[in-house]
């Protein structure tokens, strides 16, 4: 007889590491994973999943996986780590960060997160008990990472908005109220490359098989942008440009949305003006893309019943993020297409619960208004940039590594850094950091293999659990859903567990309220008034029901605002896209494009000695940033990183197929394999990040090869405007190639 057990839950953690929250089934036999595959009773993913998550049972039983506490007993660097207790691991981080607050202040500690998945709950849970406003998702310059895009729509509509397949909706594409959107603008986004930001990119081709033509906004050519309408092969870093050169096609050639604008748009006539500053044909001259490519593709967009946009980092990336996610906005608004079937539809946490404070709005929810307006006053970056300090929670992450360099204007002693490699992973300027981070008098790392962050500075280890393993909520957007724990693996504990005991020991009197964890959980679910054996009971997820959290045309059934009048949750009620709230912060109230900080335009000089623009930072299939590289088929699939070099750009260089190669700047240079590929245009370069390897040394000064291998070595820091979001140079960076035998 079998004694398999199949278990539901949602993937939503280390592991896969995404943002997605598909749901799994759990193949359990004898308190062990053997098996795992899509839920095809879960709306979002139906049944699908990646090669991540079906990796799972190789990744969760790793032999390399860290499954007890460690502590250092060599020198940094040196890979000498002894198990202890959970006991002792919590001992020590108890007793140096209350040593380290007692001598310089809480603020001297920063709290570090990696990319997206549950960390945001429980890290702000630690952060805000132990006393410290620098919570940080450090490395990632110009907090480039769809916090740009929420701080822009969430300024000027008042809520988020994402591309509408269906996602909100039980029956999706059967469901009557939705409709195909005739458009989507995947921009600079190659959607079906991962799950971005709970929105998966299998939707988009289940949106083309039933009839959406796709503007592909992209450098490269890839999947999507062979089967589009449109292809404007932008050059990187020109979003901005192109936006607002779509808006001044729309608005002067009288194809904009006149009723929905009458009625619920500010600022028309200051965007026309400001539109008009970009004409086609010096567009086109910025952007690479031929005028008339660019004004056919705002006619189609425009003249469409119903588009959307469904947008990624590179947008975030430009110069000033912000500014160029407002521009991108404002098409969706001028041609009337927010929350409207098949449009961009407005979204929520689910049922209204927050599990990830995304916002300030959210944090205060959380943790009152009081605790984060005094966090405000040491938070780093906050008194510099107005977004920092009025949109989101986090310290500004390149003023965080600086001021850990410089000690000024107050010293920073210790770090708490949980799932995030921040020496292997994203940081621009990852030597830098590695350097700066050294200095720190006390380094906690909460993760689940060793990687170049746990071997060069982690005093204590704390083994982290993955999905299957742990229980937790998520709100992201829909549907509001709990995840179970079924399996244990070694000593392994879930982020929420660990701080949740950190947190207790430093504010036993803020947290003494919630005996357990399901207690805590309970009372974040509230808002839904179902808690999480209710909706265990309902099979794990609950989709929204109809009111605030659920499309659509919210705005004009008065479900938007907290007055419960018709209109947008802003000042005006109105989509304001002359953005007085920016205004009043020094910033621009109108969407603007700024050049890229390296390019033939900007530095010519520095073209000359590097004429090629180096695209990173691609979502892949395989592996979540710099994760998975020691997960045998995933590895399989991709062994070594690799450059993508157009065959005659690689010609000139000299550069066979397959060859290893450098690619270099004055920052330093770092290995590539040369891959020929016509994906490419001719001065670009594209390449993978995240690449350490987990096969060679690990005690430093190899690092697992990261000095080698990590292409943000030589990526440089940002240029982010007056938000303070924006201008990591991920995209834009300039460099050569070089043979490495030559
Ligand atoms: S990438 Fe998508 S399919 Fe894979 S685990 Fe995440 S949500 Fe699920």
């Given at each position: 007889m079998d004694d398999t057990t199949v278990y539901r839950t949602t993937a939503w953690s280390a592991g896969p590491g995404c943002h997605g929250g598909c749901g799994q089934k759990l193949h359990v036999k004898n308190g062990k994973l053997v098996r795992i595959e899509g839920d095809e009773n879960h709306p979002w993913n139906q049944g699908r999943s990646c090669p991540r998550v079906l990796a799972m049972t190789q990744y969760m039983y790793?032999?390399?996986?860290?499954?007890r506490p460690l502590k250092r007993v060599g020198a940094r660097g040196e890979g000498k780590f002894e198990p202890i207790s959970w006991d002792e691991a919590y001992d020590t981080c108890e007793k140096r960060l209350n040593e380290i607050k007692r001598k310089y202040g809480a603020e001297s500690a920063i709290f570090v997160q990696g990319t997206g998945r549950d960390i945001g709950g429980p890290i702000t849970m630690l952060a805000y008990s132990y006393g410290s406003p620098n919570w940080v998702q450090l490395g990632l310059s110009g907090h480039s990472c769809y916090t740009p895009r929420l701080g822009a729509m969430k300024t000027v509509m008042g809520d988020f908005a994402v591309a509408d397949c269906s996602q909100y909706l039980e029956r999706r594409y059967e469901d009557p109220q939705w409709k195909v959107p005739e458009i989507i603008i995947t921009w600079g986004q190659n959607s079906t490359m991962g799950c971005p930001d709970g929105f998966f990119g299998s939707w988009v081709v289940d949106c083309m098989k039933l009839g959406t033509r796709i503007i592909a906004v992209e450098p490269r050519n890839t999947w999507l942008s062979s089967r589009a309408l449109h292809h404007l092969q932008l050059r990187p870093g020109t979003d901005g440009a192109l936006a607002l050169a779509m808006i001044n096609v729309i608005i002067g050639e009288g194809l904009y949305d006149k009723e929905f604008v009458a009625k619920w748009v500010q600022g028309f006539d200051a965007l026309r003006e400001r539109a008009a500053q970009y004409p086609l044909d010096e567009v086109a001259k910025i952007t690479e893309i031929p005028a008339q490519e660019i004004a056919a593709a705002a006619r189609a967009f425009a003249r469409a019943k119903q588009a959307a946009v469904q947008w990624g980092v590179p947008v975030d990336m430009c110069p000033d993020g912000t500014a160029v996610a407002h521009a991108i906005t404002c098409l969706s608004v001028i041609t009337g297409n927010i929350d409207k079937p098949g449009g961009q539809v407005i979204a929520r946490p689910s049922h209204g619960v927050t599990s990830y404070p995304f916002s300030t709005e959210e944090l205060v929810k959380l943790y009152g208004a009081d605790l984060i307006a005094r966090l405000n006053e040491k938070r780093i970056g906050a008194d510099v940039y107005p977004m920092v300090k009025n949109f989101r929670g986090w310290a500004q992450p390149d003023m965080v590594i600086d001021q850990v360099e410089s000690g000024v204007p107050y010293p920073v002693k210790a770090a708490w850094i949980q799932t995030a490699n921040v020496v292997g992973g994203q940081s621009a300027r990852a030597k830098f950091h590695l350097e700066a981070l050294k200095k720190l008098e006390f380094i906690a790392v909460v993760d689940l293999f060793h990687n170049p962050t746990t071997m060069a500075l982690a005093d204590i280890i704390l083994p982290a659990a993955t999905f299957p393993e742990k229980d937790s909520i998520r709100s992201w957007w829909a549907p509001l859903i709990s995840i179970k724990k079924r399996v244990q693996v070694g000593e392994c504990k879930s982020d929420w567990e660990i701080n949740f005991e950190l947190a207790k020991r430093f504010n036993p009197e803020g947290m003494k309220r919630w005996k357990t964890l399901e207690d805590m959980f309970n009372e974040r679910l509230a808002p839904s008034k179902m808690t999480v054996a209710d909706l265990q009971q309902q099979g794990g997820f609950k989709m929204p029901e109809d009111g605030p959290f659920k499309p659509y045309f919210r705005h004009e059934r008065g479900l938007l605002r907290p007055d419960g009048k018709p209109g947008f949750n802003t000042k005006s009620g109105k989509i304001e896209v002359y953005c007085d709230t920016f205004e009043g912060w020094g910033m621009d109230p109108l969407p603007f494009y700024t050049e890229p900080p390296q390019s033939e335009r900007s530095t010519p000089e520095l073209f000359k000695k590097y004429p090629l623009v180096m695209i990173t930072g691609a979502r892949s299939q395989l592996f979540f940033h710099a994760e998975h590289r020691q997960i045998p088929w995933l590895r399989e699939k991709l062994p070594d990183p690799t450059v993508e070099i157009h065959p005659e750009t690689a010609k000139k260089y000299a550069i066979y197929d397959g060859e290893w190669v450098y690619l270099e700047n004055d920052m330093g240079r770092v290995k590539r394999k040369a891959k020929f590929s016509?994906?490419?245009?001719?001065h670009h370069v594209h390449t993978m990040h995240g690449w350490w390897m987990p096969e060679m040394e690990g005690k430093a000064p190899s690092l697992y090869g990261v000095g080698d291998f990590q292409i943000n070595n030589i990526i440089p820091g940002p240029q982010?405007?007056?938000?303070?979001?924006?201008?990591?140079?991920y995209k834009t960076t300039l460099c050569t190639l070089a043979k490495i035998s030559a």
């Open positions: 790793h032999p390399d996986r860290i499954t016509l994906q490419v245009k001719r982010c405007a007056k938000s303070g979001f924006g201008g990591g140079q």
